[in-house]
């Protein structure tokens, strides 16, 4: 990360430290609470409630990643549908990656409670282009367990994550087709230093297969830890606005990888007002 972007981040930081002061954190704000990055909470949408999110990370060497995902309530908090879809620019060349259909559901807690626990299978449709590297050229299936844990009221919550993703017929550049099987593990801790402003830190680690050639794979390693920030507004008519920063690295066999993720999210009612 250039010294351009450290002071960006840190103005970033400062000004949104200002400005969830001025809002008056009092117990009667909402909390930020479903809005991190790369681990996912273990919260589902409430009733009558959608979240439109943008993320967009961008490494040293110009290649970049935009998703968008739209996550909705199926009638209460139990059950869970969202979509990401995005768009990838690598090598020069920019097209659309594969899209993932999820469903989760809210098997223990929800968003009041001390610990929440919610299962999630995806289906992970090939729409991007296998040959420029975009997307795997095959479908795949996913399943993740997302666990959220306060460690201190009102101060400090964890997120962990483990998950599986499954291709049978992935395929790489070349057209070359093999079974593959990937994993991950996925740690946060988030400090709620006010209610609209949160300090935390994530780390990812992940293992699995590349296609190799004609029903061949090889394995590889990737490990990231990223600190970031975010704040938000709660804004009239139930809309909370939350951008963020964070600043990610690599570690062990992702050393010397450095990256700048950005996110957006808008969070409203979708019921009719009357």
Known sequence: MNTRTLVLTVALAALAARTAAAQGDTAAVAPIQDNSFLVEEAYNQEAGVVQHISNLVSDRGGDWAYSLTQEWPLAGVKHQISYQIPIVHAAGETGLGDVFVNYR???????????AVSPRLSVIVPTASARKGFGSGAVGVQGA???SLVL??????SHSNVGVTRYTRAQDAGGNRAATTSMFLAQ???WLVR????????????????????????WSTSAVISPGVRWGWNLPRGLQVVPGVAVPFGVGPSAGERSLFLYLSFEHSFRRQR
Do not use: C, H, K
Request: proline share 9%; charged share 15%; hydrophobic share 45%.
């Open 105 to 115: 559901y809210q098997w223990v807690g929800d968003a009041d409670a001390v610990l």
């Open 145 to 147: 367990i997302p666990v």
């Open 188 to 190: 946060s801790a988030v």
């Open 195 to 218: 209610p609209m402003f949160n300090l935390f830190v994530e780390g990812v680690w992940s293992r699995g297969q590349e296609v190799a050639g004609p029903g061949d794979t090889e």
């Open 152 to 157: 201190v009221p009102n101060q400090l919550v």
